[in-house]
């Protein structure tokens, strides 16, 4: 968890793969890879707990197995054998030197190539996204091994010549999908994007035009292309060898964690942006059931519908009644972060606009940044559901919103 709030492991999620991996059936290893299945007890003693379903795969209990064959599950290719010469805690140890490994050299490659604050920016909005304990998950660590080694290479090698950038935001949102658990894909698209944009803007002579503006949509086109074809070719391939139509259920669950089979309205799906924008803050967790979503709708509904009422006065009923609804800390909380954002764009709009020393973006430029800047909210706008519910992770789709936004003053300090 972010920032102030309690750290917890992502032990619900670890548990799921380790029970992935242990219930991998060497007697068929290709059926099963392409199945990936889950070990599970049939009864109601304790269900939906993968630590509960793990134990019992352990010990033997576990009868009943259910499908995740719409997932690559690549990280499996690596967990296993480390599991079977070192235990999992150590396996935990590993992924979190790696990963801290990594961390530093991006921090020193952008301290030599962007500068020590745009380096410090990226520390703050990783560190305040809860890097230190993803590096100690399953669930998180692989993703984040992808983006750092991708950051990493984009920095030391200075690659600039445009079909080998194809090429490897191609492979990174390839790898992205064949090892992420639907965590945080967004990353490893935007952050070695970001420390590409931030390094040209740190030369002199670097001018914002329309070229770059098309090496940008195209380089994220590449990646979009790795990521989505890698996971229709697991659909495909699975269809394939099992034929139990996994093309369908894959299909299926797009529609479902896109909010379609809850008919998620456009406030459900703001709420869904609302709720991830939340966790980065220092206050308590959020309710996360959707008990409270419907609180909150039928409060709107009946603010609205109240006869004789003004839209001012239907407003502060609204406010209210949600205020009531959620905790004291997080009303302050809320109000701290909107206080914050306000006094923000009041020191950067006079910045933009009479500042005689900035950088030579023009519009162009703030335009391409302001749409990156809302590339992980409209990921989180889109799949709404699985926003909504899994909050917890999602969240940090937002690590390199958070950079741009710490960093974008110091940015456009530099004399035309």
């Not at 992502?10 to 219930?23: K, P, R």
């Not at 991708?150 to 090892?179: H, K, M, P, Q």
């Amino acid at each position: 968890m972010p920032f102030g709030q309690m750290p917890v492991l992502s032990n619900f999620t670890d548990a799921i793969m380790l029970n992935i991996v242990g219930t991998l059936d060497s007697e068929e290893p290709v059926r099963s890879a392409m199945r990936m299945s889950v070990s599970y007890t049939p009864d109601d003693r304790d269900p939906g707990n993968p630590p509960y379903d793990l134990k019992n795969m352990v010990e033997g209990r576990a009868a009943a197995k259910s499908n995740y064959a719409r997932y690559w599950h690549g990280y499996a290719a690596i967990l296993r054998p480390l599991l079977s010469v070192i235990g999992f805690s150590d396996v935990r140890k590993i992924s979190f030197f790696l990963s801290t490994l990594l961390f530093s050299m991006t921090l020193l490659l952008l301290c030599r190539r962007t500068g020590w604050k745009v380096a410090l920016g990226f520390a703050i909005a990783m560190i305040g996204a809860d890097f230190p304990l993803s590096a100690f998950c399953m669930a998180y660590s692989g993703v984040f091994l992808v983006v750092l080694a991708a950051t990493c290479i984009i920095l030391y090698w200075n690659v600039r010549d445009e079909e080998r950038l194809l090429f490897l935001f191609l492979l990174w949102g390839s790898l992205a999908a064949f090892i992420d658990f639907l965590t945080v894909p967004v990353v490893t698209c935007l952050l070695p994007l970001f420390a590409m944009i931030f390094s040209d803007l740190h030369q002199e002579a670097f001018r914002w035009n329309w070229p770059y503006t098309r090496r940008i949509v195209r380089l994220g086109m590449a990646w979009a292309a790795g990521y989505l074809l890698t996971w229709a070719a697991k659909w495909v391939l699975a269809d394939v060898v099992l034929g139990e139509g996994v093309i369908q259920n894959a299909l299926h669950q797009i529609f479902y964690r896109m909010g379609g089979a809850e008919k998620f309205t456009l406030f459900d799906r703001f709420l869904a942006v609302a709720k991830n924008i939340y966790m980065l803050a220092p206050f308590s967790t959020v309710p996360d059931d959707f008990a409270a979503r419907q609180a909150l709708h039928q409060i709107i509904f009946d603010a609205a519908h109240t006869e004789g009422l003004a839209f001012f006065e239907t407003l502060t009923l609204l406010i209210k009644e949600v205020c009531a609804l959620l905790p004291a800390s997080v009303i302050w909380g809320l109000f701290l972060a909107a206080l914050t954002v306000l006094v923000y764009i009041a020191l950067l709009v006079p910045m933009i606009m009479f500042s005689e020393k900035r950088w030579c973006l023009g519009a162009l430029g703030y335009l391409s940044l302001a749409v990156l800047f809302l590339v992980p909210y409209l990921w989180l706008f889109v799949t709404a559901n699985h926003a909504f519910v899994h909050c917890v992770f999602t969240f940090r789709n937002q690590i390199p919103s958070v950079w741009l936004f710490l960093i974008l003053p110091h940015i456009m300090k530099k004399k035309t």
